[in-house]
Nanobody
Framework: VQLQASGGGLVQTGGSLGLSCAASGIIFSITRMGWYRQAPGKQREWVASITNTGNTNYADSVKGRFTISRDNAKNTGYLQMSRLKPEDTAVYYC???????????WGQGTLVTVSS
């Protein structure tokens, strides 16, 4: 199983950026997907998640600014980020997993830097 995260980069405060997470080697449609982030000197934190049927949840810090989505036909998940703030600067990781614990995989991370 491989997860390839992409789309990170440098953006100004208030800008937008989209992340992608392409999965291979697994039946993507049976999994849940989550996005997490780790800022310098801080622990990794959950950002958003989406079930295999499209139900979403968000951390309070990103609610209303970030949108998680998935395209099961393309085995790809997305995180669209808008109204970015300097505190959103972090390495963003995607994760796919099943609730029974049978599958749990992480992508390699992609850096998002928001300049003030």
């Amino acid at each position: 199983v491989q997860l390839q995260a992409s789309g990170g980069g440098l953006v100004q405060t208030g800008g937008s950026l989209g992340l992608s997470c392409a999965a291979s080697g697994i039946i993507f449609s049976i999994t849940r997907m989550g996005w997490y982030r780790q800022a310098p000197g801080k622990q990794r934190e959950w950002v958003a998640s989406i079930t295999n049927t499209g139900n979403t949840n968000y951390a309070d810090s990103v609610k209303g600014r970030f949108t998680i989505s998935r395209d099961n036909a393309k085995n790809t998940g997305y995180l669209q980020m808008s109204r970015l703030k300097p505190e959103d600067t972090a390495v963003y990781y995607c994760r796919i997993f099943t609730t029974d614990g049978r599958y749990d995989y992480w992508g390699q991370g992609t850096l998002v830097t928001v300049s003030s």
